[in-house]
């Protein structure tokens, strides 16, 4: 999301989506990328095995007769055969000690046999709306897995209402949760505790089905209605995020996002009338419903979000040279040559983010277009909404990398989406910030580039200054610390380690550090990065 006059927020339709993860293992690095994003060094694949006698059948690693094996033959990371005890396949007592490295960027702590796929969960939703899709109703269920070494009693499902107002009346409403008993929404309606019926081990599944209404509130916003058009961003209720934190229940922000979640599947069914257009997350196919209505269903994978938007919309298409089919979803009001120049900056857009940090997976790309937008503009994953303007459109598609792809919890550290996405638009805009951090002036001792939303919940007229702009001229200065070469294989070789994973600013630091063989230790306290 860029603040004003560049900033984005989400809108309405009905859906049917995967949620968000609860109780899942945040790692640097998550699953892989599909066919159609390339990049190969992704840590869930990638682990160099260096003991040839777990997949070669040579032996630069060690084994021991003290504990029995009982597993069967399984295929050896980074080998070219299978791991058995001693290679005979026999029964024994025998085990094998090998060696991993880990892609620049990965952690290396794991043992060489696990791995860094996380148990995504998947949101099923059905929505139907009414006449105007400013209402929909219907039903949503969320599979998950708990990949924690404790039992789960509850879960959270993450409520985002922009209201602010209370909880009574909240636009969303979740009843008739099965599988677990509702508990009480948090005092700033954002969460709602769901206490499981059974507690699940770890490695069980569960699966939690609930009615859900949507009334999609007046306002140009990106959860709310502009006349005859719908915006419906961060509406459908996502599984919380628990690490080693724990739960993350951070409170909404206009100012920017508190948004955290882990990549998933979604498949939402909107069922609409046929006068409506709905853009939404993912690739959408369309069929015919009831009399007067169809039925929209997007299916999207490996996704932090899921948003659409409904109305009379006028549609414009293209393809990006690389491939990727672009959408443009005009409100009225919109000229057709606006239409036209959003759809030329979005398909180039995306093919010059791709070429950076790696192919972009997510199938279609929307945009929607409203002039109204006091944000300016706000991302989801294959979805924005948006301004006429070049450099906004090319900052939220930016997002699609920068949060999207490589997420990071946006509520305490809003400079690893925000000031990459910057620093992004300025590489595809031709703008190579030069000088740029000699404007920088510091308002206090205590701000910082890498502070939380809580500070700047309240040093509002500061965040875009400095998260946005002085974000982006300290990664531009990194970069002619480091080199051109340099810095672009850092971030792409970065984007792809945390790919579908969750970035933090000490492994960012840490992979810069290993870029270059100059102490950047001074660099990091000149800048304000902490972390």
Not at 48 to 77: N, V, Y
Not at 238 to 260: Q, R
Not at 316 to 328: D, F, K, L, R, Y
Not at 455 to 461: K, M
């Amino acid at each position: 999301m860029r603040p004003p006059p560049h900033s984005f927020l989400a809108a309405s339709v009905v859906a049917l989506a995967a949620l968000a993860a609860v109780a899942l293992p945040v790692s640097t690095a998550a699953a892989a990328p599909t066919a159609s994003a390339p990049p190969a060094a992704v840590c869930a694949t990638t682990r160099s095995i260096a003991d040839g006698g777990s997949g070669s059948g040579t032996s630069p690693g060690s084994r021991s007769s003290s504990a029995a094996l009982t597993g069967a033959a399984r295929t050896a990371l980074g080998g070219t055969g299978l791991t058995r005890p001693d290679g005979a396949g026999d029964a024994r007592t025998d085990t094998r000690t090998r060696r991993a490295t880990d892609p620049a960027g990965c952690a290396t702590a794991l043992p060489a046999d696990s791995t860094r796929t996380p148990s995504a969960p998947s949101y099923t939703v059905s929505l139907s709306s009414d006449t105007t899709g400013s209402v929909w109703t219907g039903q949503e269920s969320v599979t998950f897995t708990n990949s924690s070494a404790t039992a789960l009693g509850e879960v959270y499902l993450r409520l985002w209402d922009n209201s602010h107002g209370t909880c009574s009346a909240m636009p969303i409403k979740v009843s008739a949760v099965t599988g677990g008993t509702a508990g009480a929404l948090s005092a700033d309606c954002t969460s709602l505790r769901i206490a499981l019926t059974t507690p699940l081990a770890q490695g069980q599944t569960a699966t939690i089905g609930f009615d859900l209404g949507i009334t999609v509130p007046t306002g140009a916003d990106r959860f709310g209605r502009d006349g005859a058009f719908s915006f419906v961003g961060n509406a459908l209720p996502v599984l919380a995020v628990k690490d080693t934190a724990g739960w993350h229940l951070d409170p909404y922000t206009d100012n920017g996002e508190s948004f955290y979640s882990l990549a998933a599947d979604f498949k939402v069914s909107l069922d609409h009338p046929s006068t409506l257009l709905v853009p939404a997350t993912g690739r959408s196919t369309d069929t015919p419903g009831t009399a007067g209505r169809t039925v929209t269903t997007a299916t999207a994978t490996q996704v932090r979000d899921f948003a659409w938007a409904a109305g009379p919309f006028t549609r414009i298409s293209g393809t990006s040279a690389a491939g990727t089919p672009v959408n443009v979803y005009s409100v009225t009001g919109i000229s057709s040559s606006s239409a036209r120049s959003m759809l030329t900056t979005a398909t180039s857009a995306v093919d010059a983010h791709a070429t950076r940090f790696g192919a972009y997976p997510y199938g279609e790309l929307d945009a929607v277009i409203d002039n109204n937008f006091w944000f300016g503009g706000m991302e989801y994953p294959g979805f924005v909404l948006d301004v006429v303007s070049t450099t906004a459109l090319t900052h939220e598609i930016g997002h699609q990398w920068w949060y999207g792809i490589v997420g990071d919890d946006e509520y305490t550290s809003p400079w690893l989406d925000e000031a990459f996405t910057d620093y992004a638009t300025d590489l595809a805009l031709g703008k190579t910030g030069s000088s740029c951090w000699n404007s920088v002036s510091w308002a206090s001792s205590t701000e910082k580039i890498t502070n939380s939303m809580a500070y700047w919940d309240t040093h509002a007229s500061r965040y875009s200054t400095v998260v946005y702009g002085y974000g982006k001229c300290a990664l531009h200065d990194l970069r002619r610390v480091l080199g051109d070469t340099a810095m672009a294989k850092l971030l792409k070789d970065y984007a792809t380690a945390h790919w579908y994973g969750v970035s933090t600013t000490a492994e960012f630091k840490a992979a810069a550090q290993a870029a270059t063989g100059t102490d950047l230790t001074s660099f990091w306290t000149q800048h304000r990065i902490d972390g």
